[in-house]
């Protein structure tokens, strides 16, 4: 199939995409890499009247450092995030997980703003963002706000963000130099949406776990001071809140096997990662 037809808007700057976006509203989507978009626009599941296209936008292609946060614009594609000399300093566990994104080809042109806007569960930037505790930055006419990632994602294949805003930017936390880390995902081929991902770090006694592909949104969870003994416990609780997805990649008994059995092997793969 094809889209329906649409007007597109090559923007010019951050105030002329917001000025569309306080125009258009709902009417409008935004287009950067284009990757999830595009496909589901050719399926005729979304048709904006009017296309935003931001890609050409030198201030949305930034990656810096301010403080202990790595902000990265709305127009960074994947494949620069994993090329950064900062994101590979201060967050090696999005460096680990960002290979899995689809292929190099697709790296090279989807952004990682666009996968967290997206907001898929199955994907592996938005569980990163959530075990990371990033904060999404949008922007419209109406000023700036700063979100938390457990308040903007909030289900599936949706956010916080109002009609009239842009993501202009995400800030992830840098990871504390001394903590483990690991990712790890089940797909059907690589570079496939995961049908389970399991991102953890381990960090002292504290262990911070996220889990991909099963409910509505990533969900994370804290352990402080988990003895060895306790881990195929707290597994089975977590995959049991996880809920009943099913569909036709994988039965929610196999989901739920799957946290558990992975689930401790990246926990024990981050903890032995520890400086």
């Known amino acids: 199939m094809k889209p329906n037809n649409f007007n597109y808007v090559r923007a010019e700057s951050l105030d002329h995409v917001l000025s569309c976006l306080a125009e258009h509203g709902e009417d409008a989507r935004i287009l950067a890499g284009g990757q999830s978009l595009i496909a589901m626009m050719n399926f005729r599941l979304v048709e904006p009247t009017y296309l935003i296209d931001i890609s050409g936008l ?15 614009s709305a127009a960074v594609t994947q494949a620069s995030v994993i090329a950064a000399p900062d994101v590979n300093q201060y967050l090696p566990l999005l460096v680990e997980a960002l290979p899995n994104v689809g292929h190099f080809q697709t790296r090279a042109k989807g952004t990682f703003c666009g996968s967290i806007a997206h907001s898929d569960p199955s994907s592996e930037q938005p569980l990163c963002f959530a075990v990371l505790g990033g904060e999404a930055v949008l922007n419209s006419k109406r000023g700036e706000r700063v979100v938390a990632a457990a308040e903007f994602q909030t289900g599936l294949m949706a956010t916080a963000r109002e009609d009239d805003e842009l993501l202009t930017s995400v800030r992830l936390p840098a990871q504390n130099p001394s903590a483990g880390y690991a990712f790890e995902e089940v797909a059907r081929r690589q570079g496939d949406f995961a049908i389970v991902s399991i991102a953890v770090i381990a960090d002292g006694e504290n262990i911070r776990m996220g889990v991909g592909g099963v409910a509505g949104r990533p969900e994370v969870r804290n352990w402080d001071g988990l003895a060895e003994a306790d881990i195929d416990e707290a597994l089975n609780a977590f995959a049991w809140e996880l809920g009943d997805n099913e569909d036709i990649h994988a039965s929610a008994k196999y989901r739920r096997q799957l946290v558990r059995r992975i689930g401790r092997r990246v926990i024990e793969e981050a903890r032995k990662c520890r400086s």
């Not at 030198?58 to 990265?72: D, M, Q």
């Open 58 to 72: 030198e201030e949305l292609k930034e990656i810096k450092t301010k403080g202990n946060k790595v902000e990265i």
